[in-house]
């Protein structure tokens, strides 16, 4: 009989937490961990704040120390990628021809960053998804005086924008929303977001993007210029593409058992097949409490839903493993719906921005402006007649804590009004 075996596809924050997890809970087979990147699992966020802007090196985004991995002992496969999955067999196919049957198969793979056809082989122009990208755009923005056009007025962009405009370069923000942020936080802490990023010197453009100039031929062709629908050329000698994400799931689409629109569909429990659960930016799975799909690009989302892929994994083994030395017996497993709370936190200048629960798809968003002049504020965001989500600016720790507990479930819209007056007082 082939060794017990438990694959966590992707070896960022998601893989890294499932994998911990596995052992954690009782796991002592095989454990394989999969990454296509070469590097040691690390931390993304940082990549457009800290590393961007030289606080930060590279081996200080490590999530773990050689020795902290080593104690899982891992099966641990970097710079591999994975090709396809047999949910029939639970058999993982790598890029090296290489067949792991499995007992159980986790997928973290991520997301990977959109980009834009015409901005093909056209020298600085980049996107920011990975450690390469994070070191490649730092690099095109040593010195000072650049002219940088960013692509995307999302989290992401305005994140890039801020910090570039910090190391002294002229910053252009386009994007198809008319305020920074505005699809996530609404228009009123958009409003907000574009009066800090105007004071600090960012020239804003609402536009698509028509497409780029571009001197030299072939591989020398260097970026100089980005035009927008509207008629406006806007100069550049380095561009970065921020226009969102899609699901790293192209590698399974060739199992008809897995819902592969937007993300990898899971049930409550994380699970898109038996023996196959999902976390992370590319798990999209019923929320309980909310009552529908919900795909989270968050950091701690990604810790939490690993966490739980692993436990709800092991959960729906123990039967049949029971006995088997690969799974230790555990008292009172049992699978359970995940059922978080979602957070975010972006930094812009010196605005810190958090939000819990759920901001997407409000049909209904009210803000207060704490203090005009530091920019404090909150904001409450509601669907269907109840509050879903909140988002606090500048508040001190403490209050922002407090704002979780407000939006934990869905409560009605006043209540949750009431509420916030009451943390405010």
Known sequence: M????????????????????LRRFGWTGTLTLV?????????????SKQLLQGAWQPDKLHLRAADQLDALGLDLRLGTRATGL???TRTLTLDSGERLACDGVIVATGVAARTLPEAAGLDGVHTLRTLEDALALKERLSG????????????????????????????????REALPMARTVGTQIGELLAAEHHERGVRLHTAAVDGFEADGDGPARRVTAVRTADGTRLPADTVLVAIGSEPAVGWLHGDPALDTTDGLRCDAYCAAAPGVYAAGDVARWQHPVHGRDLRVEHRMNATEQGMAAARNLLAELAESLEGDEALAPAAGRERRPFTPVPYFWS????????????LGGADRSEATVVDPDSRKAVALYGRDGRATGVLAIGLPPRQVRGLRALIATPVPWEEAREGLRNALA
């Open 35 to 47: 990454g296509d990147e070469p590097h040691p699992p690390y931390d993304r966020p940082p990549l």
């Open 86 to 88: 047999d949910t029939a």
């Open 2 to 21: 082939s060794p017990r075996r438990i694959a966590v596809v992707g070896a960022s924050a998601a893989g890294l937490a499932a994998a911990e997890a």
């Open 347 to 358: 930094d812009q200048y010196g605005l810190k921005i958090q939000a819990y629960g759920v």
């Open 144 to 175: 000072t005086g650049h002219r940088l056009v960013v692509i995307g007025n999302g989290v992401l962009g305005c994140e890039a924008a801020a910090v570039a405009r910090e190391l002294g370069h002229e910053v252009a923000l386009v994007g």
